[in-house]
């Protein structure tokens, strides 16, 4: 199986490489539209800023080209976010796949939301999220408002969506690379996809 990560200078790249290591695969990190267009599988990491990301993805012209992918893609955290129409970080213009706004968390409790927390399986059978039970790590001050792609729910000042799913593209705003035993598995589950 060729696994791609996309390396456009925004992911966490490195942690997500060595977490499928762990599981037997050795992810190819590239920011090449031939090689990720080959891959069985792709990752679109991301930490950081959303203007900031959106900005490498342009300046790479990968932006074009993400929205095109047909094989399973699994956006973690910011890459989640940034399947999305617009964010309200930097007031941002996404990638468009999910028509929904990225907004930021209401300070009433401490923000980022940051750590372990729980979240709920929506009544969607879905391959990859599906029976998650254990609590999964999240660091992040903006999220995707439930729509009708949300999978999973996850409750911090609003609720909000855990993980996401539109045809081929795979959202989770934790951090699967990150959250132990529960993370290794959503992984195998995409991997089995």
């Known amino acids: 199986m060729k696994l791609v990560i ?21 992810p190819v990190l590239s920011n090449n539209v031939d090689e990720i267009f080959s891959a069985d599988k792709v990752i679109f990491p991301g930490v950081g800023h959303a203007q900031a990301a959106m900005n490498e993805l342009m300046a790479q012209g990968l932006e074009k080209f993400i929205p095109q992918l047909t094989q399973p893609v699994l956006g973690i955290c910011l890459g989640m976010q940034l399947l999305c129409q617009f964010s309200e970080e930097g007031n941002t213009q996404c990638l468009g796949i999910i028509n929904d706004t990225v907004k930021k968390f ?11 927390d729980g979240s709920t399986t929506a009544p969607i059978k879905n391959a990859v999220f599906n029976n ?47 959250s132990g035993k529960v993370g290794e598995q959503i992984l195998k589950n995409f991997l089995a996809l």
Request: aromatic share 18%; glycine share 6%.
């Open 106 to 116: 209401e300070p009433l409790l401490k923000v980022p939301h940051m750590g372990w």
């Open 132 to 178: 998650i039970k254990e609590q999964v790590y999240f660091v992040h001050s903006y999220y995707v408002p439930i729509n009708q792609y949300t999978i999973e729910t996850c409750d911090y000042i609003t609720p909000f969506s855990a993980s996401i799913q539109k045809d081929n593209f795979y959202g989770c705003q934790y951090h699967p690379e990150k």
């Open 6 to 26: 996309i390396n456009y200078g925004a992911g966490n790249t490195q942690s997500v490489k060595y977490a499928f290591q762990r599981l037997g695969i050795n």
